[in-house]
């Protein structure tokens, strides 16, 4: 089946500080995986895309990796702003033929304090 | 600036009106537009593909009677939401893809919160 899994489920971190979340995924075949942050009320917003031969992206203070072989990617965020306070939805494409499916994961919800 | 318009981003209305939901793509013509439902903590879920020109594909266990979905431009696709109850309550959000899935970017709208009294 299908799946992304993100961890953890919200995280708390103080400004400035840095902070790392998780995606675990069982897509196959898989094309890309998609970073995006999602303020409350809000649509995504796309941080970074990353195909299979793609190991590190980075934009601006978001820094995503991923490692096909055990299917897992991060998103490292440098020195957290309040502004950084939203969810973090990891979406996979599974693609097959002429057909693409996005496996989105639940999210993880990070809350910057001052 | 922004890349997909959803409009309006917040409604209420009674049980049993319907209600419409407007999303256009300001920068490009996207021959395909996707509308997704996001409950409280959950993450998106794709309800239909919006294809100009067609019927829209629904995903399993959408009703298309009760979401209709209208294409018929290329920068415009409308969702309605029929004879709306309480449980219909959600966040509607559309995409637009330009070109491929497989390559590009998926913009989304801000998003639409809909409240059925």
């Known amino acids: 089946k299908n799946q992304v899994e993100q961890s953890p489920q919200s995280l708390i971190i103080l400004e400035g500080k840095n902070c790392t979340l998780q995606c675990n995924y069982t897509v196959s075949p898989f094309s890309n995986l998609r970073w995006y942050k999602q303020d409350t009320g809000r649509g995504p917003v796309s941080l970074t895309i990353m195909t299979f031969s793609e190991n590190t992206k980075s934009n601006g203070r978001y820094t995503a990796t991923l490692d096909a072989d055990t299917k897992q990617s991060s998103l490292h965020i440098t020195a957290s702003q309040l502004s950084d306070s939203a969810s973090y939805i990891c979406v996979v494409l599974n693609y097959g033929g002429s057909q693409g499916n996005l496996i989105f994961g639940k999210g993880t919800k990070l809350s910057v304090k001052p | 600036g922004a890349v997909v318009s959803q409009h309006p981003s917040w409604v209420i209305c009674k049980s049993g009106t319907s209600v419409k939901i407007e999303c256009r793509s300001l920068d490009f013509q996207a021959t395909t537009m996707f509308w997704y439902r996001q409950f409280p903590k959950q993450s998106l879920m794709l309800m239909a593909t919006?294809?100009?020109?067609?019927?829209?594909?629904?995903e399993q266990g959408v009703e298309k009677d009760k979401f209709l979905i209208n294409h018929a431009s290329l920068t415009l696709s409308t969702l309605t939401v029929t004879s709306a109850h309480p449980e219909d309550s959600s966040f509607y959000i559309c995409s637009v893809i330009d070109g491929g899935l497989a390559k590009n970017i998926q913009y989304f709208g801000a998003g639409t919160r809909l409240s059925v009294l």
């Open positions: 919006s294809n100009e020109g067609s019927k829209a594909t629904y």
